[in-house]
């Protein structure tokens, strides 16, 4: 179970991957996508994935 899916790199979603080399779960992706093309004119919700991105990352990969 453990090879090829990942686990949503959002906190507190245990949720599977869209695919094996996607970071998120389809909900989280479609966020994710939204973030990126919004760029800074959601400043708050970007620092707030940011920080969410440091502290996923120091715990696992
Ligand atoms: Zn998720």
Excluded: D, Y
């Amino acid at each position: 179970m453990h090879s090829k899916t990942r686990i949503c790199k959002m906190p507190k979603c245990q949720k599977q991957t869209v695919n094996a080399k996607a970071w998120f779960c389809l909900e989280h992706q479609r966020a994710f996508n939204a973030w990126k093309e919004q760029g800074a004119a959601v400043a708050t919700g970007a620092v707030a994935l940011a920080l969410a991105f440091m502290a996923k990352g120091k715990k696992g990969k």
